[in-house]
């Protein structure tokens, strides 16, 4: 695997007006998620589940809140976001299929499973299809 940099240190994250994370979810998330844990960095996951479960995808302008509102740096963050494969940095489609890529299932036949996937829906890996 090759790591891909990316000059992060020059780019700029679009921003809409309102937050990604709203007033209810903070409300809920320091009610009930919070206190089930010994710091606040330690309700980091369920609060990105929220927001992936909210808008598909978790946009850096969330991760900043996030940040802010858990009391952490935002490549805590980030570094979260990016390990684990159910979180995404970019929009996902309404339908997400997932087909396992391991050694195990390549050895028994998976990318006879992606390439019908491919035709069938008109779409690579990784992509959403036009409508969604």
Same mark, same amino acid.
């Given at each position: 695997?090759?790591w891909?940099t990316? &000059? !992060?240190?020059t780019e700029?994250? &679009?921003?809409?007006?309102?937050?990604y994370?709203t007033?209810?979810?903070?409300?809920? *998330?320091? !009610?009930?998620?919070?206190?089930? /844990?010994?710091?606040r960095?330690g309700?980091?996951?369920?609060?990105?589940?929220?927001?992936q479960e909210t808008y598909?995808?978790?946009p850096?302008?969330?991760? $900043?809140?996030? *940040?802010?509102?858990?009391d952490?740096?935002a *490549?805590?963050?980030?570094? #979260?976001v #990016?390990? /684990? $494969?159910d979180?995404?940095? !970019?929009?996902? @489609?309404?339908?997400?299929?997932?087909?396992?890529?391991?050694?195990?299932?390549e050895?028994? @036949?998976?990318?006879?499973?992606?390439?019908?996937?491919? !035709?069938?829906?008109?779409? @690579?890996?990784?992509?959403?299809? $036009?409508?969604g």
């Amino acid at each position: 695997m090759a790591w891909i940099t990316r &000059q !992060s240190a020059t780019e700029s994250i &679009q921003r809409r007006d309102a937050p990604y994370l709203t007033d209810e979810m903070k409300s809920m *998330a320091e !009610s009930s998620i919070i206190p089930r /844990y010994e710091t606040r960095h330690g309700a980091l996951m369920p609060v990105l589940h929220i927001i992936q479960e909210t808008y598909r995808w978790i946009p850096p302008q969330a991760m $900043e809140e996030i *940040a802010t509102f858990l009391d952490i740096t935002a *490549a805590d963050v980030l570094d #979260t976001v #990016t390990f /684990y $494969e159910d979180f995404h940095t !970019s929009p996902t @489609g309404n339908h997400v299929i997932a087909v396992c890529q391991s050694i195990t299932c390549e050895a028994c @036949g998976h990318q006879a499973i992606l390439d019908h996937l491919k !035709s069938r829906l008109d779409s @690579g890996l990784d992509e959403a299809r $036009e409508d969604g």
